[in-house]
């Protein structure tokens, strides 16, 4: 049992280049989030889903896209990178409802 | 909307001593309240939660009791570790609006703890 998995755990990006977080989670849960957090900030919820086929925008969607063809996967997309994508990115899983969240070990971003 | 405030850090304590870390939150409705703990290069892990007024959670000797007349869950700690070295994060779970059904994050307190 893995729990959330993500990848890659490091990636430097170029202004304008695009590229797909991916998250997995075997726990059959039904939620799943994405998350960003910037030093000091906390986290900021980007998108969510609720179930397979289901998307829902969260507080920070601004050049992002998910999908969720299948109950164990979530990928964020990131089009035409910028800077202030810079941050680490946060995906987890919860069986009903946000109440108590697993957590992946996050996917550092650097956009320059 | 709904919001979490937590105390800035970093805190710094020495091992053995009394951990009080202070988070309020402001919601419309009766939200649930955790804590997550974030240990150096890792994610985010409940440490406790309350789903309603007075509850008291508990965890790895840490507690918070849900106030609502002070709007408050407080975490604290008796005797600390130098392995409790991390970031702590108070949340609810939104009610309000855009927020309902989703987890709303303080900005995190940074604990070290020295030998």
């Known amino acids: 049992n893995a729990g959330v998995t993500q990848t890659p755990k490091f990636r430097i990006l170029k202004i304008g280049q695009s590229m797909t977080l991916q998250c997995t989670q075997d726990?059959?849960?039904?939620?799943m989030y994405w998350y960003r957090q910037d030093p000091g900030m906390g986290l900021k919820l980007i998108y969510y889903?609720?179930?397979?086929?289901?998307?829902d925008k969260g507080e920070v969607p601004n050049g992002y896209n998910v999908s969720r063809s299948t109950t164990e996967d979530f990928p964020l997309r990131l089009e035409l990178a910028a800077p202030s994508q810079t941050s680490v990115y946060f995906c987890?899983?919860?069986?009903?409802?946000?109440?108590?969240?697993?957590f992946g070990p996050g996917t550092r971003l650097t956009v320059t | 909307g709904d919001s979490v405030t937590q105390m800035e850090g970093p805190v710094t304590l020495s091992e053995e001593a009394f951990l009080t870390i202070n988070c309020t939150y402001t919601?419309?409705?009766?939200?649930?309240l955790f804590w997550y703990v974030q240990y150096p290069g890792e994610g985010l892990q409940l440490l406790l939660k309350?789903?309603?007024?007075?509850d008291k959670g508990s965890n790895k000797g840490f507690e918070a009791t849900y106030r609502k007349e002070t709007t408050s869950f407080h975490l604290e700690k008796g005797s600390v570790q130098v392995s409790d070295s991390a970031v702590y994060f108070c949340?609810?779970?939104?009610?309000?609006?855009?927020?309902?059904?989703?987890?709303?994050f303080g900005k995190g307190t940074k604990l070290s703890v020295k030998p």
């Open positions: 919601a419309t409705g009766y939200p649930s």
């Open positions: 309350a789903t309603k007024a007075d």
């Open positions: 726990m059959n849960h039904n939620y």
């Open positions: 987890a899983s919860s069986y009903l409802g946000p109440w108590e969240q697993y």
């Open positions: 889903s609720v179930g397979a086929g289901i998307t």
């Open positions: 949340a609810l779970s939104g009610v309000d609006g855009g927020s309902q059904g989703n987890l709303i």
